[in-house]
Structures are given as C-alpha cells and as structure tokens.
C-alpha cells in the first residue's frame, strides 16, 4: 500500500506542480544549503543529495557519485575502481538485468571513473514511474550490487579488451608514460583503466570488500536534475535511501603528497605508429585552490587548438600538424598537459625546442591583456551555457564533488571572472619551469628553479573558503514545455526567404533564455560535383577558420564575447552551420555567421594548417582496426566509380587528393556552389520570430548559387558478399565488422519492423543479443552491437554489425556473431523482447524531442522532407502496433548470412 500511495502522489505532483504545501521536510532528513537554485540535503546515514528543479526540460537525470577513485586504491589492486563501475551493472536481486532496464525505460545511462571519483547516471523521461525506478535502482544497487565471480570472470576480459584498445592510441600511451613518470608516490600517476595484470589476477573477494567499503550513503552525493518537484522528490528519496544504514565503518583519510618536483624528466615510448607526439607536463595546484582558476586561463592561451599560442608557433609554422592543452583539475595538486602531433617524416626536435620555448618563456613573451580577456570569455561562455541545461550541470557537480565539495563549481567560476593578467603571468612563471616539467631525463642543476609554492588543500581549508558561500542569482527558467509531436506541430511555424529557403520556428521561453539553430544548405548535383574529390570537404572546413575581414583567432574570440557555441561542416553535398547561443547575442551571431558562409578567407598558411591535421589523422588510422573494417567494407558496398562525389576513396587516395589542394580550388568552390536557395533552417528556444524572419531575409534571403542543386540519387548496391581478414601488425587490439544492403527507405512498411529488429539484435544498453552474447557471456568484447540505417529519400538501407576484441579472440566473436544470427532467423524474437524494445525506443524518442538540440535537427530535416512530427508519430504508432509475426518476418525477409560481407582486422601474428 505504501508504494501505491508513494506512486499516485507522485503522478499527481508532477502533473500538477503541488509540492509547496508540503514543506515539512521527512524524518531523517535535513537541509543544509542552497546556491542558485540547488539545493543540498543531508540524511541521517550520511547520504548528501543535491536537487535541481527545471521545469523546462521534459527530462530527469539522477545521478550518483561515490567519493572513491583510482586514487583510492592500494598495491595490485589499479584498476579495481574501474572494474567495480563495471560489475555495478551487472544486476542486483531485485534488479536482475540492469541494461534491460536502462533500456526498457529508454533511459541514456554511463557509468565513469576517474581519479577521484565514480559516478552512475541516466537520463529518462520524466514520468512518475521512470523516476521511482531510477532512484530505487540507484539506492538498491548501492549496497545490494551481486559483484560476483562469475561477472568478475566475463567483465575483466571485456575491461582488458578496452584495456588493449587503448593501447592502440599513441595519446593514451604517451599520457599515461608522463603521468607515471611525473608521479612518484601518488595515485594520479596511475591510470584508472590499471595494470594488465591486476586485472587478470584481482580476487573477489578483495572486489567485493572496496565495493562494501566505499559504495555507502555516507560515501556518496545524489543528485537528481530536471522535471521534479522539490518536496515530493525528496520524501520519495528517503522512502528509497532512508532505510540504508548508517555503516560502521570509518574510511582512512588519504594522507600521502607528491614532493615538490626536483628536476625535468624525460620518457620515451617506443611503439609502431603512424604519427609522432610530444607531450609536456607541470604540476599544478589542486582544482579547489584559489590559484587554479588562473592555470585555466593560462591553459586556454597557450593550449586551445584554434588560437593558442601553440598553435600559432608550432602549427602555423609547419612543426606540428595540431596542438593541445589539458588541464588535470583534481582534489589534490594536478597537472597541465600540452602537446603537439607531428607527422612522422618531420624533426620532432624541432618541434619539441618551439614547444618548450613557447611555453617556458613567457617572461620574456608576457601574457597580454587581450589574451586574458578572450580566454575568460571562452571558458566562461562555456560555464554560462553548461547551466542552459540541468543534464549538464548534474554531471559537471559530479568533477567538484570528487574535488571536495559541489558549490566549488560557482566559486571556481566567481574566480575566473576576477582573473587578472598578473595572476596568468604570475601562474607561468611558477608553474612552466623547466624543474617543473616531465619532458626529459634528470639533470643535475645548480640553481633549482622549483615550484615549492603547491601544497595539499584539506577538508578545513575548503570549509573555509565555502563559509557562508550564496553565490548569485539562478539562471532565469524557461517554460514547462510539452515535447508530444501534437504540441511541437502546434507550436511550430514553416517560412520561406526570398530565394526559396525554407524555415521552420519553434519559439519558447528556455533555462537561460538559450537559442539554437542549424543552417544546413544543400549543394550541387552530379553533373557539376564529378572530380571534386575533397574540395567540398576541405571547403567546408575552411569556413570557420577566418572571414575576409577576421582572422581564425578574431573570429573565435567573437563567438566567445557573444557565449556562442558555433561549428560548421560538410562533405560532398552539403554544409551545416550549428548554432548555440542566448537570446540577447542571437542578431549579432547570425549575423557572425553569415560573415562565415559568404565570406571565408581561404588563407594559404590556414588551409596547409588543415591539410596537415587531415593527412595526420589520415595516417593515424592506417592501422587502426576499426577504421580498416569499416573503410574496406564501405569501399566494397558502395562501387561508386572514382569521378563519383560519393566515391569512398582509400586512405591513400585521400592524402593524395589532400596535398594536391589549392586555395584556388576551394574559392572557386565556394564561388560556384554555395548558397542558401535549397537551405533548410530551424531555431528553437527563446526569440522573436518576426525579428529572426526579418533578420534571415536579410542575411540569407538573397544569397543563392550559380550551380543548381538536385539532389543524387542512390540505391542498394548488388555486390557478392566477402568474408576478409586485414592485417594491422602491432596493435593490441583487434576489429570485426559485417554489413549488407537492402532496398528499403524510411517508408517502406517493414521499416517500423526492421528499425526495432535491430534494437532487439544489437542496440540498446549492453543489453541487445550481441552485446549479451559477446561482452555479458562471453566477455569477448568491450564493445559489440549491430546498427540499421534507411534512406528518407532512396530505396537503400544498411544493416550491419561490430565488435571490437582481442585478435586472438577474433574467431570466437566471428562465431558468436554468426550464431545469434541464425538463431534469429531459426527461432525469432520473444515477445517479451519485442514489448521491452519498443517501450525503451518510444521513451528515447521522446527524450530526443525534449533536448532541443536535438530537435533542432529533426525539425530541419523535417523541411527538407516536408514532413511534420505527424509523421514521426505515425512512426511510432507503427512501433506500438507491431506484431512479433511482423519483426520475424522482416529480419527474415530482408537479412542474411549469405549476403553479409564480414571484414576482420588485427595483428595476424596474434591471430594465430
């Protein structure tokens, strides 16, 4: 009686808002603090919640952090955090099968470990049963997780699977060498994937005692976001966590510190590759200390990839294909990483001295006043729009929770504001000092030059700095929305520009009055397009790298100014402007955008800086596993002859075609092809939608292509299938992949049947039959699953499947695939499948129309279409009423092994 009481109240709080008369806070539960519109809670076992109304979004998150990471962990046992984040899935007794469930309720869930911190999550639609679900599922498998043998057995080989793929990656090797190196006794010197070998030989039973000891309610922070009503949720939450006990247990305080650095270090990888990489790091104060905020800036002006000082030095010089920055902000002293790719027939020496010159010679080379503003306003810009979206900022508390305490998020951003050029001046020269640097190897010097200002901030020390802490103002909420497709249909309005161009509106208020957009503009047809190889391509994506009248660095730092988030891309046939701002910059950013399409400067030295990262990349994946499956597969589907503007090139036609361009080519390009004629447009959020008709007239209406633009036809292609092995010798980790065509588009009667099909055989959450068979059973892979694609516009359809493994478990999932397949074709789906996929879809979908990022897309696709949501609920009208007979039928009617092209790609010697 008690659940059925606690669900109908529920319904009833959601649907009508009530909650206020319900003020009185449960037994056991009392309120500690709240800062901008969250709010902290403390129950008498221990358990902090954090709660974070939006009534504008149609979604929950709940999410769970659990203060242990890898730091946490002692000799031979690296890695057992990370593996525990594994086994938590594997089910409770109450909660048996967990990525069904995640499935069932179309939830979007993760799991993640890093140094300090594990959290869990998932993202549903706000229903009053997905809610009750989610957060006994949260509290049961807090102390009730089965952490078993037999899991342990099947989950530590699809752990060291992912293990081996990583070894594949010439960052994740390199970052992990300099971390060890740079570390002597701390954890943080230990990646949080751990050692091979403690993987193998972990024993349960040592599993089993970390997961009792820090998998607490004293020992974790729940945070639910989104569509909930504050007094209601939290009596719910006690109803689920309130009985935990308190435990007896008292975990240790951590207490060992890395000593101050004495001198450079130096690590060397040696591994085959395909591109060269240097990679610098310093320590740095831990994320909570007042000097951090000054590292970020600093990081952001030495290390963003587009207009960082290492890119201008490095990449613009031709040193280096690409650069970067990362800082480590943890709960004790970090890291700053920089580092740069090289192509492997360049001097790496160079390189490695113009790095070191650029960052460890700032005192002669100060920072400016204008390189401190534009980096303040990146990242802020980031910050303010993280907290357009509940789902954000849910996952972002988790990085400062395991910092030490949630409300450092805003005191952090507080800090940057108040971030001066003396203070990144002053953070260069303390930090970016050659005794400070893991580069290189020891050297004996006479006059250390030590950063000995770092030192371990404690519990009382943060306290102190959070003592009496508000911040400010909440971020202004939006409206309470209603995702149905009645009510987008009934909300949104079609326009057309004076060239053709096609728009579509959806205004409503949002959480800081935020706006997003997409500009897609279709060009050209397959007369015009034969030849053009990668100039649409590199076209594209010279758009955004400066305008005739900014530079790529001016441009950037405008986005910034206005807190716009802007991409472009493109490929053959297409280019699209994405667009993510507030309401108050809209004007000034289409029109910023505007300046991007028309405008482009095609700068020589900008087009050989992306002809670089291109062939770089290119090179990386030569032996990539994964890339070879697929580019062989997509090769042989799809036998376009080469003039073809979707002729699948190989890696080495591609570079080819790369070092060939010219800026000649892509302005003329850009002269002949583009306009916005055939554009379809969509905004949604919080505009005026007269203002913005007015507005794209102005900056798009007149704007249109001397090349018409028809759009090329395809079809399912009519090829043998193949059955080929690649060799990719010395990687660790191996590929499997299969794919056939079939002549089916989106409106075909068995698409509905087809769509679910795959969800059942390899979609959804670790839950799918491949995934169950080949990660759950037979461990065998980290990552296996099937997709299904159709054309809107053409018969022709994709259907295929991937697995990634070991090489010499390359067989064994080749088999394991083949054999659910029949067992398809043999025996068919359950019921009991068919109803739990479509339930878990239709909840997806519904989270898709809520994120209005999402919809965005949709409804621009729908323009291009002319398609309403009417159309995608007749889609799901047809997901509701499909018969087992039907989803059998069309597996069998359009799938099979004879006409399924299998591509495997590993290191043979391994293999064999």
Not at 208 to 219: G, I
Not at 522 to 530: A, E, T, V
Not at 747 to 759: E, F, G, I, K, R
Not at 830 to 842: C, F, H, N, R, S
């Amino acid at each position: 009686m008690v659940l059925k009481f606690k669900k109908t109240f529920l319904a009833i709080a959601l649907a009508t808002g009530m909650g206020a008369s319900y003020a009185a806070l449960p037994e056991g539960i009392e309120k500690v603090t709240s800062v901008e519109g969250i709010t902290e809670y403390r129950l008498d076992n221990g358990l902090q919640v954090l709660l974070f109304p939006d009534p504008t979004q149609e979604t929950v998150t709940v999410n769970v952090t659990y203060h242990v990471g890898s730091k946490h962990e002692n000799y031979g046992e690296t890695g057992m955090a990370h593996l525990l984040e594994h086994l938590v899935f594997k089910g409770t007794p109450d909660h048996k099968d967990i990525p069904k469930e995640l499935t069932d309720h179309g939830a979007e869930p993760n799991g993640t470990t890093w140094y300090d911190r594990t959290n869990y999550f998932e993202t549903f639609s706000a229903t009053p049963e997905n809610i009750e679900w989610a957060l006994d599922l949260e509290a049961d498998r807090m102390i009730n997780s089965f952490i078993a043998k037999k899991d342990l057995d099947s989950e530590m080989t699809v752990v060291r699977n992912e293990l081996e793929n990583g070894e594949n990656s010439p960052f994740r090797v390199l970052l992990q060498r300099l971390m060890s190196t740079a570390y002597d006794w701390h954890n943080y010197g230990k990646s949080t994937i751990g050692a091979r070998s403690d993987l193998e030989n972990v024993d349960i039973t040592n599993l089993q005692a970390f997961y009792r000891k820090y998998y607490q309610p004293d020992n974790a922070t729940l945070i639910v976001s989104g569509k909930i009503d504050e007094d209601n949720i939290i009596n719910l939450i006690e109803d689920e966590f309130g009985d935990i006990p308190k435990p007896k247990r008292v975990i240790p305080e951590l207490y060992t510190e890395e000593p101050t650095q004495d001198g450079e270090r130096r690590v060397i990888v040696r591994r085959p590759g395909d591109v060269q990489m240097v990679g610098v790091l310093y320590k740095t104060p831990a994320g909570p200390s007042e000097q951090f905020a000054a590292v970020q800036v600093l990081n952001q002006i030495l290390g963003d990839s587009k207009t960082g000082r290492l890119h201008g030095e490095l990449v613009k010089n031709k040193l280096a294909a690409s650069t970067f920055g990362f800082p480590f902000q943890l709960g004790e002293p970090g890291a700053l990483l920089f580092g740069a790719q090289v192509a492997k027939d360049k001097d790496i020496e160079k390189t490695e001295a113009a790095l070191l010159r650029t960052l460890e010679d700032i005192k002669n080379n100060p920072i400016t006043e204008k390189e401190v503003k534009q980096a303040k306003a990146k990242i802020l810009k980031q910050v303010e729009l993280s907290f357009n979206s509940s789902q954000s900022i849910a996952l972002e508390l988790t990085e400062w929770i395991g910092m030490g305490d949630w409300r450092l998020l805003f005191l952090n951003r507080d800090r940057l504001e108040q971030v001066t050029v003396e203070d990144v001046q002053a953070a260069a020269e303390e930090y970016l000092v050659n005794d400070n640097r893991t580069l290189g190897l020891f050297l004996p010097e006479q006059k250390p030059d030590r950063a000995d200002s770092i030192v371990r901030l404690d519990d009382e020390e943060i306290d102190a700095m959070l003592e009496g802490y508000k911040g400010r103002k909440a971020v202004a909420q939006g409206e309470d929305f209603d995702p149905s497709h009645d009510n987008i249909d009934k909300r949104t309005a079609d326009a057309t520009l004076s060239n053709g161009a096609k728009v579509v509106y959806l205004p409503k208020k949002t959480r800081g009055e935020s706006v997003v957009a997409q500009i897609h503009l279709d060009l050209g047809n397959l007369k015009d397009l034969r030849n053009s190889g990668v100039i649409p391509s590199l076209t594209a994506g010279m758009l955004d790298r400066g305008t005739k009248e900014l530079s790529r660095e001016e441009l950037q730092a405008e986005f910034d100014r206005l807190k716009a988030n802007v991409s472009v891309s493109g490929g053959s046939t297409s280019v699209t402007a994405r667009i993510e701002t507030k309401k108050e910059n809209l004007d000034e950013v289409i029109h910023l955008v505007e300046d991007v399409l028309k405008n482009p400067r095609f700068s020589k030295e900008e087009l050989e800086v992306l002809k670089r990262e291109r062939i770089v990349s290119l090179e990386q994946q030569k032996q990539q596993p994964t890339t070879q499956v697929f580019l062989q597969l997509s090769r042989h589907l799809n036998p376009y002859d080469k003039s073809h503007p979707f002729y699948s090139m190989s890696i080495d036609e591609k570079i080819a075609e790369i070092e060939k361009a010219t800026p000649e080519q892509l302005k003329a390009f850009h002269k002949n092809f583009m306009g916005a004629q055939d554009a379809d447009i969509a905004l949604v959020g919080d505009f005026e939608q007269i203002e913005m008709q007015e507005l794209l007239e102005e900056t798009l209406g007149n704007w249109s292509s001397r090349v018409s633009f028809e759009r090329i036809k395809t079809s399912a292609s009519d090829v043998e299938s193949i059955n080929k092995f690649v060799n990719t010798p010395d990687k660790a980790g191996a590929a499997f992949g299969a794919m056939t065509q079939v002549a089916v588009s989106d409106s075909h009667p068995d698409y509905p049947a087809l769509v679910v099909a795959n969800q059942i055989f390899g979609g959804g959450f670790l839950n799918s039959r491949l995934a169950t068979r080949l990660r759950q059973k037979d461990g065998l892979s980290y990552g296996a699953g099937s997709f299904f694609n159709a054309s809107s516009y053409d018969d022709k359809a994709t259907f295929g499947a991937y697995a990634i493994c070991a090489p010499e478990n390359l067989a064994k999932v080749e088999q394991g695939y083949k054999e659910e397949f029949e067992k398809v074709i043999k025996d068919g789906f359950t019921q009991k499948e068919l109803d739990d996929a479509v339930k878990g879809m239709l909840q997806n979908r519904r989270i898709d129309r809520a994120k209005d990022n999402r919809l965005v897309g949709t409804l621009a696709g729908n323009l291009d279409l002319q398609r309403s949501m009417a159309w995608d609920k007749d889609f799901e009208q047809a997901l509701k009423s499909l018969t087992l007979d039907d989803v059998n039928g069309a597996f069998r009617r359009h799938f099979s092994l004879d006409k399924m092209s299998i591509i495997k790609a590993g290191d043979k010697t391994k293999t064999e």
